[in-house]
């Protein structure tokens, strides 16, 4: 066994102690309520990047949550790694449905973690993931193997979309000076099939509000007098997709990249079982843009998606009502080249267009993000994929991803740098949702497959 394999499996224990610690703490972005506990999270990184050896280490102060960098400049000639990742989580919301506390951890076996999973949320996104890092680089600090030089950067704020990061790269070029940047926030296909994801969809979310009538009104008084804001919304939202599942806002497909039939040919190859996936989601049959397979539609293909929808009377029982304003929440999933300001701004006028005139509308912009594709032919890359082999066993496959992170296209746009996106997690590991878990095995193998990733990088790019 490696001096790195063996310093990890006498460890092993403490790494996923440190971890629970981390998981503990509710450190939720979005809701000001938990601001203590997201600056806590953030100590605890401080504090966790200092005894593993790092130095330089600061807490960054910003508009929101603050910003934890640390690094380990060891040598000159050797590449700079800029590691990535967050410490915020979402929101546990709803509570009930989760079988138990979501910043309580428990390890359960699960028939694809037989190994055992940690549940909690965050336990994937990202803190698992991200704390992975941390114990590498103690792992390569301790056993005299680091080959790279590293730097930390772990924001506290990609849920709600990085805008703070984002002033922060721009006025800290210079500190954040690298190669490459690694992060762990994505997943694998599955534990023997692994895959590194070399794409992001970009992202344009809106909030609309139909506005009616000055008040709520008697529905059988005013009903069929007086459009009713929900019908009406329901009747705009429905107008936003054609026969075909695309999407009818002129304009919106412009600048979508056409995937040649040759990379369209060599995706398809990825192993997938549509059976096993509708069984999954309990559904008798997928859906989606014509022309396109699962794997393209939640990948390469633009989406827009009513995330919540509300208005009227939801309360227990019946109330007739006939509401005076009717609200949702839209996301777009956008590909290379759509840019999310532009989108939101089709999205805007197009909306304000088809609204009738006996209703108002408001569209209100939230945080965008652009999509990204990372090339699998440089040294980043290679090293990856050499990595991965050599830990899983296989080479792994490159697979783009439907989710968004919108600060890795602006590392390229800003800093200059390509991102590698490594991440282990699995798509049955339900992030975001109740019941988040990550596996041991993805951790530890996680843990085991960065220090490669240092070792392979730092020969191809040696000076
Ligand atoms: N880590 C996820 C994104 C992700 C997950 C990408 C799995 C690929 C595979 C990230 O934390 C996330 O949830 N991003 C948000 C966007 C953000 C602006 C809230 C998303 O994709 O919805
Ligand atoms: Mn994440
Ligand atoms: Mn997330």
């Given at each position: ?6 310093f ?9 102690q440190?971890l ?11 809701d ?32 929101g ?6 690094e ?13 990742g ?29 190994d ?17 890092h ?5 792992t390569?600090?301790k ?5 790279c ?6 924001e ?11 002033t922060?790269?721009?006025e ?7 190669d490459?940047?690694?992060?762990s926030?994505?997943?694998i ?12 969809r ?11 009538p ?37 304009g ?8 040649s ?12 079982d ?5 069984q ?7 859906f ?58 089709l ?9 009738p ?12 993000g ?16 050499k990595?991965?082999?050599d ?6 496959i ?23 996106l ?11 949702s ?10 530890y ?6 220090p ?8 191809l790019?040696?000076?």
């Amino acid at each position: 066994m490696s001096k790195i394999n063996n310093f990890i499996d006498q460890n092993k224990d403490r790494f996923l102690q440190e971890l629970i610690e981390l998981l503990k703490i509710p450190s939720v972005s979005a809701d000001s309520k938990f601001s203590d506990n997201v600056r806590e999270a953030a100590n605890y990184i401080h504090n966790k990047l200092i005894s593993a050896g790092a130095e330089n280490c600061q807490i960054f102060e910003t508009k929101g949550h603050p910003i934890v960098y640390g690094e380990k400049i060891i040598n000159d000639s050797f590449p700079t790694i800029l590691v990535y990742g967050h410490y915020d989580v979402q929101p546990a919301d709803p509570y009930e449905l989760w079988d138990s506390n979501p910043f309580e951890p428990v390890i359960k076996n699960t028939s694809i973690h037989p190994d055992g999973a940690i549940f909690a949320r965050g336990a994937c996104d990202d803190k698992g993931q991200m704390y992975m890092h941390l114990k590498a680089f103690e792992t390569m600090i301790k056993t005299n193997e680091l080959l790279c030089n590293v730097k930390f950067m772990i924001e506290g704020e990609e849920e709600v979309g990085s805008e703070n990061l984002e002033t922060f790269i721009r006025e800290n070029k210079e500190m954040l000076n690298a190669d490459v940047v690694l992060v762990s926030d994505t997943g694998i296909i599955s534990n023997d099939t692994p895959s590194i994801c070399v794409g992001l969809r970009g992202l344009s979310y809106v909030e609309v509000e139909v506005v009616g009538p000055n008040r709520d009104l008697h529905s059988g008084l005013y009903g069929g007098a007086v459009a009713n804001p929900i019908n009406i919304l329901t009747k705009m939202i429905a107008s936003l997709h054609d026969e075909n599942a695309q999407i009818n806002i002129p304009g919106f497909y412009d600048n979508v990249e056409i995937v040649s039939e040759k990379e369209r040919a060599e995706m398809a190859k990825a192993p997938f079982d549509l059976d096993a996936y509708q069984q999954d989601l309990d559904i008798k049959s997928v859906f989606g843009e014509k022309g396109y397979t699962t794997n393209e539609r939640n990948s390469i293909r633009p989406t827009l998606d009513v995330n919540g929808i509300w208005g009227g009377y939801i309360g227990e029982g019946a109330k007739t009502v006939l509401p005076s304003k009717a609200y949702a929440k839209i996301s777009m999933r956008l590909v290379p080249h759509q840019s999310s300001k532009r989108i939101t701004q089709l999205f805007q006028d197009h909306f304000n267009k088809i609204a009738p005139e006996y209703v108002k509308v408001n569209v209100t912009p939230h945080h965008g993000g652009e999509g990204v594709v990372v090339p699998t032919n440089f040294n980043g890359f290679l090293a990856a994929s050499k990595a991965m082999e050599d830990s899983f066993g296989k080479k792994p496959i490159p697979v783009r991803s439907g989710g968004s992170i919108p600060i890795v296209p602006l590392f390229e746009e800003v800093l200059g740098l390509k991102t590698i996106l490594l991440g282990f997690g699995l798509d049955s590991d339900v992030i975001h949702s109740p019941n988040e878990h990550y596996g041991l095995f993805n951790f530890y193998k996680g843990i085991e497959t960065i220090p490669l990733f240092y070792k392979y990088f730092n020969e191809l790019n040696k000076r």
